[in-house]
T-cell receptor, first 114, second 113 residues
């Protein structure tokens, strides 16, 4: 069984400050890891993914995440927050393999202050 | 960029009625999924579908739920006799291959009265 824990249901940062959204997972098999973003009244948009290979993955909009197996973490970062980054962010895990269900964390609402 | 399209955006239904939620996945995708998000709760997996049959389903996906790909483009979720607790946002997703990222639609908000 898999699970995802996102620490902090709400995070506020000032515009231009570092964004750090935390995600820890548990999985009995090598995981695939994802970050999705949801803007109001929209669906889930893929930010980035880790499957195999390089543990630091870069995504859209300047976001990146690092897979740390020893810490079972996949934290999302962005060096400089922009007002347009305000949204809800979801970390998700699936088992490697075909047609695997995604297990989502409870989400982190990011607020960017002017 | 190709998108997953869901209709309607909002569906209001009386308890006990049947409801069908519709999705048009991205055209060259082969794997299809339904998820739901009850207000204030996590996004939960319901079912995955490949090659005209269910690949996986969760405990939520009981006999009241069914999925169908009636033609080459649509993918539907049917709830036979809706309950108040079925009120949620329902998301359709698709992927090119089973191990590729899933692309989500904007969701259908289902309200059961």
């Amino acid at each position: 069984a898999q699970s995802v824990t996102q620490l902090g249901s709400h995070v506020s940062v000032s515009e231009g400050a570092l964004v750090l959204l935390r995600c820890n997972y548990s999985s009995s098999v090598p995981p695939y890891l994802f970050w999705y973003v949801q803007y109001p009244n929209q669906g889930l948009q893929l930010l980035l993914k880790y499957t195999t290979g390089a543990t630091l993955v870069k995504g859209i909009n300047g976001f990146e995440a690092e897979f740390k197996k020893s810490e079972t973490s996949f934290h999302l970062t962005k060096p400089s927050a922009h007002m347009s980054d305000a949204a809800e962010y979801f970390c998700a895990v699936s088992e490697s393999g075909s047609a695997r269900q995604l297990t989502f964390g409870s989400g982190t609402q990011l607020t960017v202050l002017p | 960029e190709p998108e997953v399209t869901q209709t309607p955006s909002h569906q209001v239904t009386q308890m006990g009625q049947e409801v069908i939620l519709r999705c048009v996945p991205i055209s060259n995708h082969l794997y299809f999924y339904w998820y739901r998000q009850i207000l204030g709760q996590k996004v939960e997996f319901l079912v995955s579908f490949y090659n005209n049959e269910i690949s996986e389903k969760s405990e939520i996906f009981d006999d009241q739920f069914s999925v169908e790909r009636p033609d080459g483009s649509n993918f539907t979720l049917k709830i036979r006799s809706t309950k108040l607790e079925d009120s949620a946002m329902y998301f359709c997703a698709s992927s090119r291959e089973g191990n590729q990222p899933q692309h989500f639609g904007d969701g259908t908000r289902l309200s059961i009265l």
